[in-house]
């Protein structure tokens, strides 16, 4: 899971230093998941079909920082 999560990563120019990885417990089992912030950097394309996708991360990152 982490070297496909490691790839797409990679892929956006991100290392795993910058990356931002929340860690979820899952039936006792901690899963790796990419952060809103990290899914928003993933999404900074000219790609049309990720317009909606930024608009709503950066919806959703705003209210994290603002509590």
């Known amino acids: 899971m982490l070297e496909t999560a490691g790839l797409s990563v990679a892929t956006a120019g991100l290392s ?35 317009a909606l996708d930024r608009m709503f991360l950066e919806q959703k990152v705003e209210r994290e920082d603002n509590g």
Request: net charge negative.
């Open 16 to 50: 795993f230093a910058e990356s931002e990885i929340e860690h979820h417990e899952i039936e006792g089992v901690s899963v790796p998941f990419a952060s809103a912030r990290l899914l928003l950097k993933m999404r900074q394309t000219g790609r049309g079909k990720d």
